[in-house]
């Protein structure tokens, strides 16, 4: 199966600051990656897909990049919705796996 | 619109099953598969695995094989999840999630609470 490790673990930013968070795989998953938002007690919501492509309603603060093994999650301007765990999953095979999670907190 | 309803929370003894259910609405239920995640208390998302609702086709994570079931009654467009020999370690929010044709998950179900607990 396919390894994800998110990097940080957690992180503490301001109101503002542009936030970036990574995401490598154990292999290859070409583009075939999604990043989820979730905030404590709530669904995981749908960001963002094939690596770069934003969901419907999101907004454009955040957006992704990479391909192959190693991606990115960046959120511009960083506001107080934003404050949340976010998680990548690769979906080119039959399993999907998460990262184990980024939790963005307030500085 | 796309609505995911899940059944409500359960308290189960170690050893027992649980079966959780997730009600669709808004789409066409056959056209999609539908997956099962479950999250343990403060931890991270743990895929469980899918079943297409137009074939009865099934993946399954490693670790829950021989130990999950996932069913579908299209008359009432819901999908089950059951999972037997349930331990302290199964303790978690289950949700399901809808699988978008192009594989990535875009609606998800409320989450069901399920307490293993003697």
């Known amino acids: 199966d396919i390894q994800m490790t998110q990097s940080p673990s957690t992180l503490s930013a301001s109101v503002g600051d542009r936030v970036t968070i990574t995401c490598r795989a154990s292999?290859?998953?070409?583009?075939?990656l999604a990043w989820y938002q979730q905030k404590p007690g709530k669904a995981p919501k749908l960001l963002i897909y094939?690596?770069?492509t934003l969901h419907t309603g999101v907004p454009s603060r955040f957006s992704g990049s990479g391909s192959g093994t190693e991606f990115t999650l960046t959120i511009t301007s960083l506001q107080p919705d934003d404050f949340a765990t976010y998680y990548c999953?690769?979906?080119?095979?039959?399993?999907?796996?998460f990262g184990q999670g980024t939790k963005v907190e307030i500085k | 619109q796309v609505q995911l309803v899940q059944s409500g929370a359960e308290v189960k003894r170690p050893g027992a099953s649980v079966k959780v259910s997730c009600k669709a609405s808004?789409?066409?239920?056959?056209?999609?598969?539908m997956h099962w995640v479950r999250q343990a208390p403060g931890q991270g998302l743990e895929w469980v695995g899918r079943?297409?609702?137009?074939?009865?086709?099934?993946n399954f994570a490693k670790k829950f094989q021989g130990r999950v079931t996932m069913t579908t009654d299209t008359a009432i467009t819901t999908v089950y999840m059951e999972l037997s020999s349930l331990t302290s370690d199964d303790t978690a929010v289950y949700f399901c999630?809808?699988?978008?044709?192009?594989?990535?998950?875009?609606?998800w179900g409320q989450g069901t609470l399920v307490t293993v607990s003697s």
């Open positions: 999630a809808r699988e978008e044709t192009r594989r990535f998950f875009d609606y």
């Open positions: 808004g789409y066409t239920f056959t056209g999609n598969y």
């Open positions: 079943i297409s609702p137009s074939s009865g086709a099934t």
């Open positions: 292999q290859s998953v070409s583009s075939w």
């Open positions: 094939k690596a770069s």
């Open positions: 999953q690769p979906y080119n095979t039959f399993s999907w796996t």
